[in-house]
């Protein structure tokens, strides 16, 4: 970071009335300025921006973003298409075709010609599809770009962090990335991680300002926060000096974004296609050896035709971008889902998930908060209302309570000033901005006829310590009618530990071992019932006395309790018996007390199988080795805080279990970050969840984790379906090569360009609707893949040779049968050619499932398929009757008996593959579904 004395260059005031300030023709060291002097100079106020004057200075500094690598411009990927192992095989062939033309004076020119004009056709198909899953993902990308708190009109908005400009007056709270360099207005125990800029582990404490003036390095971080760091604790307002490339991060880095690499899956496809290749030219040099030494007089042209075939009909070339796209697309089916994936690679994994440890409130829940009970001074309280809504009473007794029954008064104060959230309504509904707990707290305030905002204004608020999973508590301090007084709300537990009296019948009680059990008894009698506790407190404090003092907290007066509900989701219950059924395990963890967390869990179905209950406490007393033993049989976490959830994590993974947790939180990020799966919310989370995360929830809902998993399981079954497909079809080329080769029959059965179509068919329309099928019913009721589990296992790869054999043999037997029946050998080579793609499309419906019948997979439920098919079977028909293909693909025109022949073989290739179904399922009935 450059000297205080070097400052941030940001924009000022231009000169006459209006419009937005220029940029200066030098550095503005806004460190060394008063917050009102920053804003006169910004254009700006308290309030913010308005609107419009927002729109002409994002017209002005551009976008707040910084600039990224430059991406490869479209002629370079399209050239890229050219560049893989089969295809560099190819160009060869196409040179050496041409050398040949010129050697032994025989015209393979149109060979040349159509071979590359197949592999033209073959990269605007790949470019094509590159693309589309390429803006698919951007999409995806879009849809979890981040945002930031700004002030509008003096009202809080959330926007895009790319429409935020120069004079906006932006908030930030725990876990908010910074959008922009700015200048700290307010503060409340503000700490950031700058250890991106600085290197320092620890967070810097940022303060506001109280004298304005020359300062050195310490105190220019101390005033000001930056772009791309990260909140830790506390929350500030501060008006934005500078965006995009303007910023410390814009300066220090010409571009910061990495590219994402390449999935275990993609990985292990890239090292299947160059082993392919190795066995290729292995094999294309015996083939060619065979074919030109065994018949003395076989050309040497023909030979090397023939290894061409081979080598074409070896290598898989379509398989990485099939795969690209597969995924692509199914990251597009997960979003409308509401999972956006973030990274490819949460893609392959989600098939593998054993255990789903989720967070409760507003996972689980619907993170609806209604206050319904109080016990407040030793007195039951009921509350009527619903929602966020101030309407509605507080009830004792069934008739309206007094606010000046005993302690009512500093009970509905404790929960208006000790609050960093505010009610909003729009378009006629009542809604939070800020926390759902806090928010239920307002709507009880208001319910008792009083503004939150009115007692806001007339208790200054001059201190504060934020709430922390660690503390499990959060203070304000006020300077009332009554003196300096502070309140503090949090768990029923630790206010008791810290109080020194407890109210009762509008008397400050000294704490006591049974006045304490009773509270705890009302405390678990609320939880037994499903409800959060809260408890809260208050303590007045000497005149002059330190706002921010440590132990602030210490020797306050209990109030009372507050029992909020919120519902679960009435849809979780069924996505859990959905997980039991696919073999996963779902944990819940919570940050309420034991019962409560019980009680959720039982109406849930979590604990239906049964399993445990541990708190933090308990996990606190258990030694590691002694955990590990035990996690399996936990269904339930209570009481436990972020540094819990990263234990809970490795001990579940130290059992070989592939985990999804779920978190909102900054202190969250490194169990999200250790998961196989991170999962982060996109409506409560926390920037900093998100980026750690692989994949957003847009819902919050345990449900969408559930659908995830289950498309994620059928994106891989798809790319096996796939894979399986284009191998039985290389095979089945290979063994019609070789079969024709050692026969020594009197001509090739195929040209390259033909087996090159029936690759491009096979990539084509079928490969891509095989891709996209509709999960078998059967996807949710099996158990989580392994993860060392080879993509190609021994079962798929038996049924590829099998199938390529079955297809291979036919092809071979019919070539040699037209042969010998007196047909000339262009007939023969186009009836083979023809059968071989009619097979393929056969093929097609066997590879929906390794199983069930193809009959059966089909049926309705993928017209898609049906439909790439026959466009196939178009083409094909076009290559065989139209003239001008005739040449460059060496075919002539089939008769109606030929198609006969055909269809009959198709048919026997979809009938050997049933049966052999059949078998399988005789002998494994477990498959039998």
């Given at each position: 970071?450059?000297?205080?004395?070097?400052?941030?260059?940001?924009?000022?005031?231009?000169?006459?009335?209006?419009?937005?300030?220029?940029?200066?023709?030098?550095?503005?060291?806004?460190?060394?300025?008063?917050?009102?002097?920053?804003?006169?100079?910004?254009?700006?106020?308290?309030?913010?921006?308005?609107?419009?004057?927002?729109?002409?200075?994002?017209?002005?500094?551009?976008?707040?973003?910084?600039?990224?690598?430059?991406?490869?411009?479209?002629?370079?990927?399209?050239?890229?298409?050219?560049?893989?192992?089969?295809?560099?095989?190819?160009?060869?062939?196409?040179?050496?075709?041409?050398?040949?033309?010129?050697?032994?004076?025989?015209?393979?020119?149109?060979?040349?010609?159509?071979?590359?004009?197949?592999?033209?056709?073959?990269?605007?198909?790949?470019?094509?599809?590159?693309?589309?899953?390429?803006?698919?993902?951007?999409?995806?990308?879009?849809?979890?770009?981040?945002?930031?708190?700004?002030?509008?009109?003096?009202?809080?908005?959330?926007?895009?962090?790319?429409?935020?400009?120069?004079?906006?007056?932006?908030?930030?709270?725990?876990?908010?990335?910074?959008?922009?360099?700015?200048?700290?207005?307010?503060?409340?125990?503000?700490?950031?991680?700058?250890?991106?800029?600085?290197?320092?582990?620890?967070?810097?404490?940022?303060?506001?300002?109280?004298?304005?003036?020359?300062?050195?390095?310490?105190?220019?971080?101390?005033?000001?926060?930056?772009?791309?760091?990260?909140?830790?604790?506390?929350?500030?307002?501060?008006?934005?000096?500078?965006?995009?490339?303007?910023?410390?991060?814009?300066?220090?880095?010409?571009?910061?974004?990495?590219?994402?690499?390449?999935?275990?899956?993609?990985?292990?496809?890239?090292?299947?296609?160059?082993?392919?290749?190795?066995?290729?030219?292995?094999?294309?040099?015996?083939?060619?050896?065979?074919?030109?030494?065994?018949?003395?007089?076989?050309?040497?042209?023909?030979?090397?035709?023939?290894?061409?075939?081979?080598?074409?009909?070896?290598?898989?070339?379509?398989?990485p971008i099939v795969t690209l796209v597969t995924l692509a697309m199914g990251m597009q089916v997960m979003a409308r889902r509401h999972a956006v994936v973030r990274k490819l690679m949460a893609v392959e994994t989600l098939g593998s998930t054993t255990y789903i440890c989720s967070d409760k409130t507003g996972t689980l829940t619907r993170n609806e908060m209604t206050a319904r009970e109080m016990l407040v001074g030793g007195l039951e309280y009921t509350i009527s209302g619903d929602g966020y809504e101030p309407s509605g009473a507080i009830l004792r007794e069934g008739r309206p309570a007094d606010t000046g029954d005993p302690g009512l008064g500093d009970a509905l104060l404790c929960m208006a000033l000790c609050n960093g959230s505010h009610l909003a309504r729009k378009d006629g509904r009542w809604s939070v901005v800020g926390d759902p707990t806090e928010g239920a707290l307002l709507a009880v305030v208001g319910k008792a006829g009083l503004n939150p905002k009115e007692l806001m204004l007339r208790n200054t608020r001059c201190g504060e310590k934020v709430f922390d999973a660690r503390r499990k508590m959060m203070t304000t301090v006020h300077r009332t009618e009554g003196g300096v007084r502070a309140f503090v709300k949090g768990a029923p537990e630790v206010l008791l530990d810290l109080a020194g009296a407890i109210l009762r019948e509008g008397r400050a009680v000294p704490v006591d071992p049974l006045l304490r059990q009773r509270v705890m008894d009302e405390n678990a009698r609320y939880a037994s019932k499903a409800y959060r506790v809260l408890a809260l407190g208050v303590r007045s404090l000497p005149a002059g006395a330190d706002c921010c003092a440590e132990d602030i907290e210490r020797g306050l007066t209990f109030i009372g309790l507050v029992a909020i509900l919120d519902p679960p989701r009435p849809e979780v219950r069924g996505a859990i018996g959905r997980c039991r059924s696919a073999g996963m395990n779902v944990v819940m963890i919570t940050g309420d007390q034991r019962e409560t967390g019980r009680a959720v869990a039982s109406e849930l179905g979590i604990l239906d199988g049964g399993g445990g209950i541990l708190t933090g406490a308990d996990l606190e007393a258990l030694p590691d080795d002694r955990f590990r033993e035990k996690v399996d049989s936990v269904r339930v976490y209570a009481r436990v805080s972020p540094d819990h959830k990263l234990r809970i994590v490795r001990a579940l993974q130290d059992r070989g279990q592939v985990v999804a947790m779920t978190g909102d939180g900054v202190n969250d990020a490194p169990a999200l970050a250790r998961a196989d799966i991170g999962i982060s919310m996109g409506v409560s989370g926390t920037d900093v969840a998100r980026e750690a995360s692989d994949m957003v929830l847009t819902d919050d809902n345990f449900s969408s984790i559930v659908d995830a998993v289950e498309e994620g399981r059928r994106i891989y079954d798809n790319i096996r379906k796939f894979i399986r497909y284009q191998l039985s079809t290389n095979v089945g080329a290979i063994v019609l090569i070789f079969s024709a080769t050692l026969a020594m029959l009197a001509a090739i059965p195929l040209y390259p360009v033909q087996i090159l179509w029936v690759n491009i068919l096979m990539d084509g329309p079928p490969a891509v609707a095989l891709g996209l099928s509709p999960g078998s019913s059967m996807l949710m009721k099996r158990r989580p893949r392994r993860p060392e589990e080879r993509i190609l296992s021994r079962e798929i790869l038996s049924v590829v040779a099998f199938n390529g054999a079955v297809m291979g043999a036919l092809a071979f037997l019919l070539f040699r049968w037209d042969l010998q029946n007196g047909a000339s050998v262009a007939h023969a080579q186009t009836l083979t050619f023809t059968a071989f793609v009619v097979f393929q499309m056969f093929s097609v419906f066997s590879c929906i499932s390794m199983t069930r019948s193809a009959f059966r997979s089909y049926v309705g439920r993928n017209p898609l398929l049906l439909v790439a098919v026959a466009v196939s079977l178009l083409l094909q028909v076009l290559v065989v009757y139209v003239p001008l293909l005739n040449v460059p693909f060496h075919t002539v025109p089939l008769e109606l008996r030929d198609w006969g022949v055909i269809l009959g073989l198709g048919g026997l290739v979809l009938l050997v593959e049933e049966v052999r179904k059949a078998a399988v399922r005789a002998v494994r009935p477990e498959v039998r579904a």
């Open positions: 970071m450059r000297k205080g004395n070097e400052g941030e260059e940001g924009p000022r005031k231009a000169p006459g009335p209006g419009g937005p300030p220029a940029r200066p023709a030098t550095p503005v060291a806004w460190h060394t300025l008063g917050p009102e002097t920053v804003l006169d100079r910004l254009g700006s106020g308290p309030s913010g921006l308005d609107e419009a004057e927002s729109v002409r200075r994002l017209a002005l500094y551009g976008p707040n973003l910084l600039r990224e690598k430059p991406r490869p411009s479209a002629l370079r990927r399209f050239v890229a298409q050219f560049s893989s192992a089969p295809i560099l095989m190819l160009i060869a062939a196409i040179i050496i075709l041409l050398g040949l033309t010129l050697v032994f004076h025989e015209d393979h020119t149109t060979d040349a010609v159509v071979i590359f004009i197949v592999i033209f056709i073959n990269a605007v198909m790949g470019f094509v599809q590159e693309s589309k899953a390429e803006r698919a993902m951007e999409a995806l990308k879009r849809m979890t770009s981040p945002k930031a708190k700004v002030l509008r009109d003096g009202a809080p908005v959330v926007v895009d962090v790319r429409a935020v400009v120069p004079g906006d007056v932006i908030s930030l709270e725990e876990g908010d990335k910074v959008p922009a360099d700015a200048r700290v207005l307010t503060s409340t125990t503000l700490e950031v991680d700058e250890s991106m800029l600085t290197g320092e582990s620890l967070p810097a404490r940022k303060d506001q300002p109280e004298v304005p003036g020359p300062r050195a390095l310490l105190q220019e971080r101390t005033d000001m926060v930056f772009a791309g760091t990260v909140v830790t604790r506390g929350r500030t307002d501060a008006v934005v000096v500078a965006t995009g490339m303007e910023t410390e991060m814009g300066r220090i880095a010409t571009h910061i974004q990495e590219d994402e690499g390449k999935t275990p899956l993609q990985k292990r496809l890239d090292t299947l296609g160059k082993q392919i290749a190795v066995i290729a030219l292995f094999a294309v040099v015996l083939l060619f050896a065979i074919d030109y030494i065994a018949p003395p007089d076989n050309p040497v042209v023909e030979s090397f035709l023939l290894s061409v075939s081979l080598a074409v009909a070896i290598i898989p070339e379509g398989l």
